[in-house]
């Protein structure tokens, strides 16, 4: 059974907003480098950043001199990624193909959750990279306009695809994005949806739109993610905004935060929250939150079937997370065997079969079929036109409005 490139709708939905980046992304002068790389940062990682001797380059250290690659005399390669986000086995507290990456290449893989969302992290390792250091990770999974940030300013290197033969693999509408044209520094790992989820048995008649969350019966037991163009970018489409389109701005934007803000003062809304959230789902501390597609699947699979995912009623965003070397890495060539492995189709799609989200290699469905038909048909990985219909792409922010909505968006949440 042959499905038409399912991938196609996805691509065109993943890149409508950075059509626009390249006419709106201004010269890396050091003012908008400047800009761009404060965002939440703060002080202390900007002071970090100007107080270098350079700026790091894509070959290594910030004076320009290579990283020494040591990946054939040390097989480790590092991986820093969000929590329920690779294929995991509870019996044997394992992740499946990691385990059968290592017996395939006698490559050790040192996996890390580490990434609550984009800004704290990159918080965390903005100053060693400014620096051109080694922060400990071969590879990290950031979001689209966090991997534009990262390469735009140096932080990545660039990858040697003749290590990376599967990389052909991925869905040739993302193979040359506008963040990074020909895909020299990042590949897609997955995709996904923001929406809105619930208990199913405190909240039995569900919810259907983002003002719902905002019932008083459910008072303090709401959250919402710390991810501005999630949480933001649904309120927008309650308002009528489309996020993806050029036609809002500061007006709209505040309108939006400003309804955060009156959630969160009033106690409604518990916590802002990262990947975090879904523990707090489990608990029973959250009864409905602003989350993500694939982990709302993930806990039903392994904490019963208590939870309801829903594109709203008005829409829910869509984004892509993205495998990137750091610039101070001394095994960028274990990390790209790593990457090369998981564009396999069969271990795309094994991988898909866990984690729930839109997977980017193709091929995968069709090994999808072997390992789950009623997945294969699942529109929570293989979305339909009409599915992709519903979600957006929060458009592309100048370096100026980045860091000003990013600074406000902290504000309110409490950072």
Not at 68 to 82: I, M, R, Y
Not at 330 to 349: C, F, H, I, Q, S
Not at 357 to 362: A, D, H, L, Q, S
């Amino acid at each position: 059974m042959k499905r038409p490139a399912p991938s196609d709708p996805v691509v065109r939905a993943l890149v409508q907003a950075q059509l626009a980046q390249l006419a709106r992304r201004p010269g890396v002068s050091r003012r908008s480098v400047l800009q761009t790389g404060a965002g939440v940062a703060g002080v202390g990682a900007l002071l970090a950043a100007c107080g270098t001797g350079g700026t790091p380059t894509a070959e290594g250290t910030s004076d320009g001199g290579p990283v020494e690659d040591v990946s054939e005399s040390d097989p480790t390669v590092n991986w820093a990624n969000w929590t329920l986000y690779l294929d995991y086995d509870d019996e044997s507290q394992t992740y499946p193909t990691l385990e059968r990456f290592t017996e395939e290449t006698g490559i050790t893989v040192n996996y890390a959750e580490d990434i609550e969302d984009n800004d704290s992290y990159y918080g965390r390792i903005q100053g060693q990279l400014a620096n051109g250091q080694d922060i400990g990770q071969d590879i990290v999974t950031l979001t689209d306009w966090m991997a534009a940030r990262m390469i735009r300013l140096g932080y990545t290197q660039e990858l040697d695809k003749a290590n990376i033969p599967n990389w052909e693999n991925l869905l040739p509408g993302l193979r040359d994005v506008t963040f990074d044209p020909g895909r020299a520094h990042s590949l897609t790992w997955q995709s996904g949806f923001a929406g809105i989820a619930w208990n199913k048995q405190a909240v039995p008649d569900g919810l259907r739109s983002v003002s719902d969350l905002w019932n008083p019966d459910l008072a303090g037991r709401v959250e919402v993610l710390s991810e501005m163009r999630d949480t933001v970018g649904l309120i927008l489409l309650e308002q009528g905004v489309d996020p993806s389109s050029e036609d809002w701005g500061d007006d709209e934007f505040f309108a939006a935060l400003e309804v955060l803000e009156q959630q969160i003062g009033s106690g409604q809304i518990r916590q802002v929250r990262g990947n975090s959230y879904a523990e707090d789902l489990v608990s029973g501390d959250a009864l409905a939150v602003i989350g993500w597609s694939g982990d709302i699947t993930v806990l039903n699979f392994e904490n019963g079937d208590n939870w309801e995912f829903l594109l709203p009623e008005a829409g829910g965003t869509l984004w892509s997370d993205n495998l990137m070397v750091p610039v101070g890495s001394p095994r960028k060539a274990n990390a790209e065997k790593l990457m090369n492995y998981y564009y396999d189709p069969a271990v795309a799609a094994e991988v898909a079969a866990y984690v729930n989200y839109i997977c980017p290699v193709e091929g995968a469905y069709d090994e999808m079929l072997s390992i789950d038909p009623e997945l294969a048909e699942n529109q929570l990985i293989f979305p339909n036109e009409e599915t992709l219909s519903r979600a957006r792409v929060f458009r592309a922010l100048t370096p100026e409005e980045e860091t000003r909505y990013n600074t406000e968006f902290q504000s309110v949440i409490g950072n």
